[in-house]
């Protein structure tokens, strides 16, 4: 057979194609999503998908800058591909200073990184996410907290938990083991732990200059407890954090439900902009992170040159429908109107329009099949009635319905229409 060789048929590494029925599984998770993030008087924004390689660079951290889609145009200006949306949300601010504080904006839309392609790993996805901007309050951590387990409720996660932890507290604790100066290898063995063995997460360490006692008991405070209970740890290391935390558990005590969040020391997030509270989401039975986001007061000042603290979550789009199961949507057509010849052409499309206009999907017969044929047709692509014009049948003003569904027929009067 001619025509593209194979592996041009398929989109390139890492990316994928979303025919309809997985386009309208999307689209759910976009309405069902978005309408948890407009009821708490969020607004969505978009922004393009390329943006000036200067703005990505400037806070993505070192693991992320290998994996920013990288380009020159034809002019020779250094672009990019947006890797998440906190980077260019900031940047709009940067030149929007005067938008009301705090802001509440979500978005819904495609991000893109050059990572190596596995599962629920991928070079072009979806993520849905909200940011919370000039807030400092504990109330702003535990609303995006709150819109966070609400998102994953409405998505259809029957049970999910919300990994905690605070960059202060992790910077505490190694400030009293005298580690500060090995921070970020310390915190990409830390990023590690939920995926390899001790010894590996260990090792990480040592190799990075860490001595090896030291490494090994970062490895066990690193571990997890209920929230509530944290606050005694985090009071211990830093009075005024703890303060925090005491009363960010009681908000979310009646915001949500606190069962749903541990504290663990182990989540310390990849990219570089956190300053404070970092968090991950785990749903169901499913490996990977379904989301995550955390507090970053000092990118917007990066980029406006105004301290402005923030903070946002951003949700895996395709992971969380995989954890959920959710992988097509069937949209059946309501009408498929069948004619024998052109005389019945102007009724087909007469009622055809009547249809439409009730809201109604309907197609009309391009005259090619004969009835067999569009039978089976309207079967294969999911079908509800099939109206069928016929010569006798428009003598009498009349035209039959078949209920794909039910099986029945019936003669409807076209005036009835
Ligand atoms: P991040 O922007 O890294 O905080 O990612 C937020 C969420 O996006 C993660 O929790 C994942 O669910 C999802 N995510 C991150 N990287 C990828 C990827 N390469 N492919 C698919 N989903 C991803």
């Known amino acids: 057979m001619s025509g593209l060789a194979d592996h041009l048929r398929k989109p390139p590494r890492g990316m994928r194609d979303w025919l309809p029925p997985q386009f309208y599984a999307l689209k759910h998770m976009e309405d069902v999503l978005s309408k948890v993030a407009e009821s708490f008087g969020y607004r969505r924004v978009e922004t393009p998908v390329v943006e000036h390689f200067e703005v990505l660079a400037k806070k993505a951290g070192e693991e992320v800058i290998n994996e920013i889609y990288y380009f020159k145009d034809k002019a020779g200006r250094e672009l990019g591909l947006r890797f998440d949306m906190t980077v260019p949300v900031a940047r709009v601010l940067s030149y929007n200073l005067d938008t009301p504080r705090p802001v509440r904006w979500y978005y819904f839309t495609k991000v893109f990184r050059y990572d190596e392609p596995q599962h629920g790993r991928f070079r072009e996805f979806y993520q849905f996410g909200i940011e919370l901007v000039g807030s400092q309050s504990p109330r702003a951590d535990a609303e ?11 998505a259809g996660a029957a049970s999910y938990v919300v990994k905690i932890n605070d960059r202060r507290a992790v910077d505490k604790m190694l400030e009293s083991l005298g580690l500060s100066a090995y921070r970020d290898v310390i915190y990409r063995a830390l990023d590690k732990k939920l995926k390899l063995p001790r010894e590996e997460v260990v090792a990480l360490m040592t190799r990075g200059g860490v001595p090896l006692d030291k490494a090994e008991k970062i490895y066990d405070m690193a571990g997890e407890a209920a929230l509530q209970d ?10 005024s954090l703890g303060a925090h935390y005491a009363k960010l558990v009681r908000y979310l005590e009646v915001s949500t439900s606190l069962e749903r969040f541990r504290f663990d020391m182990s989540i310390v997030r990849g990219l570089d902009y956190y300053t404070g509270i970092v968090f991950e989401a785990f749903a169901g039975e499913y490996k990977l992170a379904v989301g995550g986001g955390g507090r970053y007061d000092d990118l917007l000042e990066l980029y406006s040159g105004v301290k402005t603290p923030a903070l946002g979550f951003a949700i895996g789009v395709e992971r969380l429908m995989e954890a959920v199961g959710l992988h097509s949507v069937e949209k059946p057509l309501d009408y498929y109107i069948y004619i024998f010849d052109d005389e019945a052409y102007p009724h087909a499309v007469s009622i055809a329009k009547k249809l439409r206009k009730a809201g109604f999907s309907v197609a009309v017969e391009l005259g090619e099949k004969n009835l067999k044929d569009a039978f089976e047709y309207v079967l294969k692509i999911g079908t509800r009635y099939l109206i069928i014009i016929g010569r006798k049948e428009l003598e009498r003003g009349v035209v039959k319905i078949r209920d794909l569904q039910r099986r029945e027929e019936y003669e409807k009067s076209i005036n009835e229409f």
Request: zero cysteines; charged letters at 20%; a negative charge.
């Open 144 to 154: 995006v907290l709150q819109i966070l387990t609400e998102s994953l409720t409405a």
């Open 230 to 239: 944290a606050v005694d740890l985090l009071t211990r290391l830093d009075p």
